[in-house]
Nanobody, 115 residues
Framework: QVQLVESGGGLVQEGGSLKLSCVASTNIFNTNGMGWYRQAPGKARELIAWMSSFGTPNYVDSVKGRFTLSRDSAKNTAHLEMNRLKLEDTAVYYC?????????WGQGTQVIVSS
């Protein structure tokens, strides 16, 4: 079964940058769509960026222009580069891959943006 491991989270000041990584146990990103989600304290998990197997990234308005989703198929890795971070970006960030009839989630990586 495919496994996903996120990394790259941490504490950053407002306006700073972080680059998250999602490493898959198999070469899955070329054949399956994937997405980055986040869950802030007390809030529901929300989709913020996604990419189909064709590789075109999409973003919700709140992160558009600040976040960049990319993938490195040779390393079975998807990245979420986050710039100009805001306090409201504080959340646990998860990657997810859509399989045939079910989804696979990573364990999440914490991002804390401080003032």
């Amino acid at each position: 079964q495919v496994q996903l491991v996120e990394s790259g989270g941490g504490l950053v000041q407002e306006g700073g940058s972080l680059k998250l990584s999602c490493v898959a146990s198999t070469n899955i990103f070329n054949t399956n769509g994937m997405g980055w989600y986040r869950q802030a304290p007390g809030k529901a998990r929300e989709l913020i960026a996604w990419m189909s197997s064709f590789g075109t990234p999409n973003y919700v308005d709140s992160v558009k222009g600040r976040f960049t989703l990319s993938r490195d198929s040779a390393k079975n890795t998807a990245h979420l580069e986050m710039n100009r971070l805001k306090l409201e970006d504080t959340a646990v960030y998860y990657c997810k891959v859509g399989m045939n009839g079910y989804d696979v989630w990573g364990q999440g990586t914490q991002v804390i943006v401080s003032s």
